[in-house]
């Protein structure tokens, strides 16, 4: 079964635009990162493509002050995009974990996993754990 994705709307392009033009190409971060690419194949860094730029775009919640990937990104997206998760065709972009990442979460009291992340990125696992599988273990 398919996910049909709404058309955007002004408001919603706007919204993704706001999100991307903060986000750091690869080009940036390679320099510290060089096996970035590597690293998103593997799981461990979101990769979000984005149409308008032509290139892949990666939010800063998920490195740490060493530009390293913050280690629990790896079974966070496993778990975002396993069985239980966000896995559809229509996600091959990386935008339905950032609806995730960005959404206020009852479990983090109304604020979104992109702002608890950096600080507390244990505490967003366990959120991904309740609502996507708490038997799963990664």
Known sequence: MSLQLPLDTPASSARRRSLY???ESAET?????PDLETLACDGRVLAVW???KGEHRYPGFQFN???QPIPQMKPLLHLLRGPNGLTDEANQA???EVEWLYAP???????????IL??????VL???????GKDHQF
């Open 65 to 67: 002050l060493d530009r």
């Open 21 to 23: 033009e903060t986000w």
């Open 29 to 33: 971060i390679i320099q510290e990162l």
């Open 126 to 132: 366990a959120a991904a754990r309740e609502e996507f």
């Open 118 to 123: 950096p600080h507390d990125p244990e505490r």
């Open 105 to 115: 979460h009852v479990l983090l009291e109304g604020s979104s996993p992109a702002e």
């Open 94 to 96: 990386g935008w339905l």
């Open 50 to 52: 984005v149409r308008e």
